[in-house]
Nanobody
Framework: VQLQASGGGSVQAGGSLRLSCTYSERTLSGYVISWFRQAPGQERAFLAGISRTGYTTNYADSVKGRFTISRDNVKSAVYPQMNSLKREDTAVYYC??????????????????WGQGTQVTVSS
């Protein structure tokens, strides 16, 4: 398994959750790792991405100021810290690895590897 997403669960609106994406260090250490989510009946949407060094990040407008993505290359893991969660954040969350340019982190087709997804449910 190249990518493994975990940490999903149920949380009340206004609460926080930290997801985790572990990846194969041997094959994916040089890749951008991003998170997407897909709600029922909707397309998979970009949330946040981080460069292989961890120095460059990019966020979707919908999560700016609420989500923070970080990377630990020693542990081969990427963590999105999600705060001030809303009901509309309910979705299946996926991590993905690819080599997009910084301006193209949100382009789904540029990612080569995908994790299996983890469900996040936010209730009011």
């Amino acid at each position: 398994v190249q990518l493994q997403a975990s940490g999903g669960g149920s949380v009340q609106a206004g609460g926080s959750l930290r997801l985790s994406c572990t990846y194969s260090e041997r094959t994916l250490s040089g890749y951008v790792i991003s998170w997407f989510r897909q709600a029922p009946g909707q397309e998979r949407a970009f949330l946040a991405g981080i460069s292989r060094t961890g120095y460059t990040t990019n966020y979707a407008d919908s999560v700016k100021g609420r989500f923070t993505i970080s990377r630990d290359n020693v542990k081969s893991a990427v963590y999105p810290q999600m705060n001030s969660l809303k009901r509309e954040d309910t979705a299946v969350y996926y991590c993905a690895a690819g080599r997009p340019a910084i301006s193209a982190y949100d382009q789904r087709v540029l990612y080569d590897y995908w994790g299996q997804g983890t469900q996040v449910t936010v209730s009011s």
